[in-house]
């Protein structure tokens, strides 16, 4: 089956999580380091968050938090950057917590949910070991073909 895991900052490789947070803080790249915070609320929340809200921990809840908590992180940041609250504050707002989150993956998890994106995967392993067999079937052809020819 297709290894389908998320690949990224993982707050459970402690190690390798602080290593990349630390580099982040020492080179001033506050975007890591705002990306990394989300990350991190994310990850509590889900992880000890769920067993209250066990919402929290379907694909669809992981959604809702990571876009929820980059919506707050954007406004809370232009907030204090000293812009206005506005329509135009929140639809910026908005464009952040969807890049933030991963447009795509944030949409096709919410819309979706789990049982479909199991059943898609399912239906991709089935269809690659389709092809698989139908392409061993064709050189085993081609291998008595060639032994014909001899």
């Known amino acids: 089956m297709v290894d ?3 690949i990224g900052p993982n707050p459970e490789q402690f190690e390798a999580f602080a290593q990349l947070l630390l580099d982040a803080v020492t080179s001033r790249n ?26 929290f921990a379907t694909d669809r809840g ?16 232009a907030l204090a950057a000293g812009a206005p609250f506005s329509l135009a504050l929140m639809l910026t707002a908005v464009k952040v917590a969807l890049t933030a989150a991963g ?30 067999g139908k392409a061993a079937a064709i050189a085993v052809l081609e291998q008595l073909d060639q032994r014909g020819d001899k």
């Open 103 to 132: 447009g795509f993956t944030l949409i096709k998890r919410l819309l979706f949910g789990s049982a479909a994106i199991a059943s898609a995967e399912l239906a991709g392993a089935n269809a690659a070991g389709q092809v698989a």
């Open 4 to 6: 389908v895991s998320v």
């Open 30 to 55: 506050y975007a890591l380091v705002a990306s990394l915070v989300v990350v991190v609320l994310v990850y509590l929340l889900r992880k000890f968050g769920s067993a209250f809200v066990p919402f």
């Open 62 to 77: 992981g959604a809702v938090l990571v876009l929820g908590v980059s919506l707050a992180g954007a406004v809370a940041n």
